[in-house]
């Protein structure tokens, strides 16, 4: 995998949320598929303008959780039925009654790790450094900014046409940076 430093960010600044998602759907199209949107707010319609698919991450939760689940109640069978068997007011070893809040505690807390786990994979987190951070324009995007950036190869052959198109959608403040 490549360091964020080995590349180089086209952003631009635009004025409102629908000039953002009207950039992000001809962005979508474009010979840039590596782009992203920024704003401080969650945009409705903005997955679907920037041609997102849809997250993985509530099937690594929804598989941590059934391994919890199987694994506290193999768990708590080999505990009491193999490994020290109790005889208790005559009821059977495995009596899965009594084993369902310490099942459904084991499928809860292996769901919120792997969902916690999996976001950080995904997101590719934690970044130290990106060459956005660089910008001191785009320290507005926490408060009033709306931004698209486009990351590039570091040879930066494509940057001039990245320059143009984000100017041909309404972006303003253009700049270039490398993450040195």
């Known amino acids: ?30 010979q840039f598929k590596k782009f992203d949107c920024h704003s401080p707010f969650p945009i409705h319609g903005m997955d679907d303008a920037m041609g997102l698919k849809p997250s993985v991450l509530g099937y690594i939760a929804g598989l941590m959780a059934l391994i919890g689940l199987v694994g506290a109640l193999l768990l708590q069978w080999w505990t009491s039925s193999v490994e020290y068997p109790l005889v208790i007011s005559g009821i059977p070893f495995f009596s899965y009654q009594a084993f369902l809040a310490v099942t459904f505690a084991g499928a809860v807390l292996l769901a919120a790790f792997g969902s916690i786990l999996g976001m950080l ?12 951070f660089t910008s001191e324009r785009f320290k507005k995007v926490t408060d009033d900014g709306f931004f ?33």
């Open 1 to 30: 995998m490549k360091s964020p430093v080995d590349k180089i960010v086209v952003l631009a600044e635009f004025n409102s949320p629908a000039s953002l998602i009207r950039a992000a759907e001809k962005l979508k199209n474009s």
């Open 121 to 132: 994979a995904l997101n590719q987190l934690p970044r130290f450094n990106h060459p956005i």
């Open 148 to 180: 698209v950036s486009i990351e590039l190869p570091k040879s930066g052959a494509e940057i001039p046409a990245a320059e143009n198109l984000l100017a041909s959608l309404g972006g303003s403040h253009i700049e270039v940076l490398d993450g040195r």
